[in-house]
T-cell receptor
């Protein structure tokens, strides 16, 4: 149980285009989903926290107009990288928290999406 | 502010020998601490967690960690390394931000296991 999927697993796009990444909780309802960014050989950096039905909370330094997050249902959150540039190339990972689990620290991670912007 | 420092970016061991991955934490309150493992092209997997219960925590695949408040450490150990243990390991601490409970990741330690 508690499986999180991401789609696509990897994407290559041209500079200036927008890319949408989906994060789905397959067998549970997730009131909260998180988006992380991981550069090669580096740690995961939290970009934003997404609560179902409300606006995402972005971490300091993350451009909300650049990285659009939508959490329209209890099983789906999307991250759209708008007007992508080569410096946006990275590994994007989502995670989800089970609704009313009583364990606020518990997150289940997706396998990640590798974005390469040419 | 909460943070974790993983003291080694890379650890190399031989198969069958003990593993020690070191982590120190900084927290203004009693923290929850975790170790996650990341294999190539796979999602992060929780190895073990400390949430203010027993200080010696046993996890999956034979790993364990001991929470030492006096040393602000949460080192990960395993008595005997296996080739399949080669991966990236992250020490993680919880933090409270405006959105609720968040996870703060260390920079990671790459574990290499040779035969």
């Amino acid at each position: 149980g508690a499986v999180v999927s991401q789609h696509p697993s990897w994407v290559i796009c041209k500079s200036g285009t927008s890319v949408k990444i989906e994060c789905r909780s397959l067998d549970f309802q997730a009131t909260t989903m998180f988006w992380y960014r991981q550069f090669p050989k580096q740690s995961l950096m939290l970009m934003a926290t997404s609560n179902e039905g409300s606006k995402a909370t972005y971490e300091q330094g993350v451009e909300k107009d650049k990285f659009l997050i939508n959490h329209a249902s209890l099983t789906l959150s999307t991250l759209t990288v708008t007007s992508a540039h080569p410096e946006d190339s990275s590994f994007y990972i989502c995670s989800a928290r089970i609704k009313a689990s009583g364990r606020p620290w518990e997150q289940f991670f997706g396998p990640g999406t590798r974005l390469t912007v040419l | 502010a909460q943070s974790v420092t993983q003291l080694d970016s890379h650890v190399s061991v031989s198969e069958g020998t003990p593993v020690l991955l070191r982590c120190n934490y900084s927290s203004s309150y009693s923290p929850s601490l975790f170790w996650y493992v990341q294999h190539p092209n796979k999602g992060l997997q929780l190895l073990l967690k400390y949430t203010s219960a027993a200080t010696l925590v046993k996890g999956i695949n034979g790993f364990e960690a001991e929470f030492k408040k006096s040393e602000t450490s949460f080192h990960l150990t395993k008595p005997s390394a296996h080739m399949s243990d080669a991966a990236e390991y992250f020490c993680v601490v919880t933090s409270l931000n405006q959105a609720g409970t968040a996870l703060i990741f260390g920079k990671g330690t790459t574990l290499s296991v040779s035969s």
